[in-house]
């Protein structure tokens, strides 16, 4: 056992604390409760990240890098541009899949908007999920998906911000899955862009 532990990568460990975040929130993450979690020794963690504030940066880092590649994931997923931002805004449930963890998350992401460090990473992600939505938009207009003439920077904009409030809201009724419910007002939000089927 000793031995898959040493060889475990930095993406395996933050993938860890992702998962203890989601159960007891930024307040409640220790480099203890991480180890627990992947089968290490703390003093491993403080060798590796340095402290918890060390391993909070990477994890918003490896954000940063996983946000770069949500594109291309979501097209991996779908077989038009429109198929692919729903799965692009479904991807985000994946880790927020209950009230309790969407708490956790928004608890991290209060941390972010108060830490110059966590805060610089933190728009970063979403610049980059904006820059994902507005690539997929622009897309979906020249394939006809939506009407052109769309204000694709400002629908990009109003995407951001209904998606983002519908996970509020859903922590709050808790009324079925997230993932779903973020698809219904994605599908929404795109309805009045949609051409009419002749």
């Known amino acids: 056992m000793a031995g898959r532990p040493r060889g ?8 860890g604390a992702a998962r203890v975040m ?16 992947v089968g290490l020794v703390p003093g491993t963690l403080v060798q590796r990240f340095g402290s918890k504030r060390g391993l909070l ?8 890098r996983q946000a770069a590649a949500a ?14 931002l729903h799965a692009l805004v479904a991807a985000t449930a994946r880790v927020m899949d209950t009230p309790e963890r969407f708490a956790h998350h928004l608890a991290f992401l209060c941390a972010d908007l108060t830490d110059p460090e966590l805060h610089e990473r933190a728009l970063a992600v979403h610049r980059a999920h904006a820059r994902a939505v507005e690539d ?5 207009v020249r394939a006809g998906e939506l009407r052109s003439g769309a204000d694709v920077p400002a629908l990009t904009r109003t995407v951001q911000a209904v998606t983002a ?7 709050l009724d808790r009324e079925g899955a997230l993932a779903p419910r973020l698809r219904r007002e994605l599908t929404a939000v795109l309805a009045p862009y949609t051409p009419e089927e002749r």
């Open 8 to 15: 475990l990568d930095d993406e395996a460990i933050l993938a």
């Open 22 to 37: 989601g159960r007891v929130g930024p307040a409640g993450l220790t480099l203890a409760a991480v180890a627990r979690e």
């Open 57 to 64: 940066l990477a994890l918003a880092d490896l954000s940063v």
């Open 71 to 84: 594109t291309e994931q979501a097209r991996h997923a779908a077989d038009s541009a429109l198929g692919a």
């Open 136 to 140: 997929l938009l622009a897309e979906a």
């Open 165 to 171: 409030g519908a996970g509020l809201t859903w922590a």
